[in-house]
């Protein structure tokens, strides 16, 4: 029976998924809570149906990847471009005020060490994890309010995209600084990022040439999804084995490499299917399941409350102030610090690749899922009374 309990563990893992997710949009909640919620449930922290296994940790690898790849695909790279420099600046504020606080925060609780040490990574870390925006949150509240194409929304829509091409970079170089394999000193791993981007966008415009001439004679064929999806893989592959990069960057660089063919939307519609379906529901409800609590204390819940309310104030800190810097008003200001608050898929990721590199344990994903649903709650929240004063202001005038 054993060799087939996998099975079991499939159907009750996405069974339980999608319907805790279904629950979890029709309350307003991101659909990706309710799949973790799932895999607290069913798994170790309450009733123990599930357990994480090496087969269920590989099919959620793959989901990570295919989400970043989908990710990438979404990019626009016009969007990036004709943002200029006040959402780049922006979005480095965004990623380097969470990180020091991040940082400092994690030391305070644990003790302060020397940089370089473990104890140093792992406050880093913490750090790297709060450096995260969700673009498709911060989307979602703007095009409810109707801002999403004004001067404001716009650059918080850029610039959360920005932060997460950053994001993911730091990522990587913390990863690599963590020596899983041969220590390595900050320069090397610098150099090996930038060889790896160098190397993939000098072969990636020969991939993309490609994969335009497969378009144009094998429009929406399954062809072309399928051969991007192999890229995908491939890119993750080499990143990882020739480099040291994590292979969600190198998904990441493909599905960016990819995002201007004409049939993109049709490689995002294919690869959505096997996403939406399979892989990104057990990759949710595997955090789920490797997210203990029997090891909650005092210290560790005012760890995990301090965590979510320093990362929430850190993007409005980073990005508010930068945004009056760069010649904002002091109420758009606030609203793209506020804008630049919400958490989602890309922290969530981020954790589990500290999970795998030994820079976190399973105890701290209670505070990144705090994180995710406060401010996924708080950030649409705060725009609309923002907003709403504003319009409030615009009715007296008139």
Do not use: H, W
């Given at each position: 029976m054993d060799g087939v309990k996998f099975l079991f563990d499939l159907?009750?893992?996405?069974?339980?998924?999608?319907?805790?997710?279904?629950?979890?949009?029709?309350?307003?909640?991101?659909?990706?809570?309710?799949?973790?919620?799932?895999?607290?449930?069913?798994?170790?922290?309450?009733?123990?149906?599930?357990?994480?296994?090496?087969?269920?940790?590989?099919?959620?690898?793959?989901?990570?990847?295919?989400?970043?790849f989908d990710a990438g695909l979404g990019t626009d790279l016009k969007e990036l471009k004709e943002t200029g420099l006040k959402a780049t600046l922006i979005a480095c504020a965004g990623v380097a005020v969470p990180i020091i606080l991040g940082t400092l925060l994690f030391m305070a609780f644990y003790g302060f060490d020397v940089p370089g040490s473990e104890q140093?990574?792992?406050?880093?870390?913490?750090?790297?994890?709060?450096?995260?925006?969700?673009?498709?949150?911060?989307?979602?509240?703007?095009?409810?309010?109707?801002?999403?194409?004004?001067t404001v929304g716009t650059t918080i829509t850029s610039a959360a995209i920005i932060d997460?091409?950053?994001?993911?970079?730091?990522?990587t170089v913390v990863i690599s600084m963590s020596g899983t394999g041969e220590s390595s000193g900050i320069g090397t791993v610098i150099i090996k990022v930038v060889l790896f981007f160098v190397i993939a966008i000098i072969s990636g415009y020969l991939i993309y040439k490609g994969m335009v001439w497969l378009d144009t004679n094998h429009p929406h064929s399954r062809r072309v999804p399928i051969?991007?999806?192999?890229?995908?893989?491939?890119?993750?592959?080499?990143?990882?084995?020739?480099?040291?990069i994590a292979d969600i960057t190198g998904a990441y660089v493909a599905g960016v490499i990819l995002c201007n063919l004409s049939d993109r939307e049709y490689i995002e519609s294919k690869v959505d299917v096997s996403?939406?379906?399979?892989?990104?529901?057990?990759?949710?409800?595997?955090?789920?399941?490797?997210?203990s609590i029997s090891s909650m204390n005092g210290r560790l819940l005012l760890f995990s409350i301090s965590f979510v309310v320093v990362a929430l104030v850190a993007k409005v800190i980073g990005c508010g102030l930068c945004s009056r810097l760069t010649g904002f008003a002091g109420a758009d200001s606030l609203k793209i610090g506020?804008?630049?608050?919400?958490?989602?898929?890309?922290?969530?990721?981020t954790a589990q690749k500290g999970l795998s590199a030994g820079l976190l344990t399973s105890d701290y994903f209670t505070a990144v899922i705090l994180l995710i649903l406060a401010s996924s709650i708080v950030t649409p929240v705060l725009l609309k009374k923002c907003y709403g004063k504003e319009s409030g202001r615009e009715n007296e005038s008139e």
């Open positions: 159907a009750i893992l996405l069974f339980g998924a999608k319907m805790l997710g279904l629950i979890a949009r029709k309350i307003g909640a991101p659909e990706v809570v309710g799949e973790i919620m799932a895999g607290l449930i069913l798994g170790p922290a309450v009733f123990n149906l599930v357990q994480d296994t090496d087969f269920l940790s590989k099919m959620a690898e793959i989901g990570v990847i295919m989400l970043m140093f990574l792992k406050g880093l870390f913490i750090g790297t994890i709060m450096s995260a925006t969700s673009v498709s949150i911060t989307v979602a509240a703007l095009k409810e309010l109707g801002r999403l194409n004004d997460d091409v950053i994001g993911i970079i730091v990522l051969v991007s999806l192999c890229y995908c893989f491939l890119l993750g592959f080499i990143a990882e084995e020739f480099f040291g996403s939406y379906m399979v892989f990104a529901p057990l990759f949710f409800a595997g955090i789920g399941l490797k997210t506020i804008g630049m608050m919400a958490r989602g898929e890309v922290a969530l990721i």
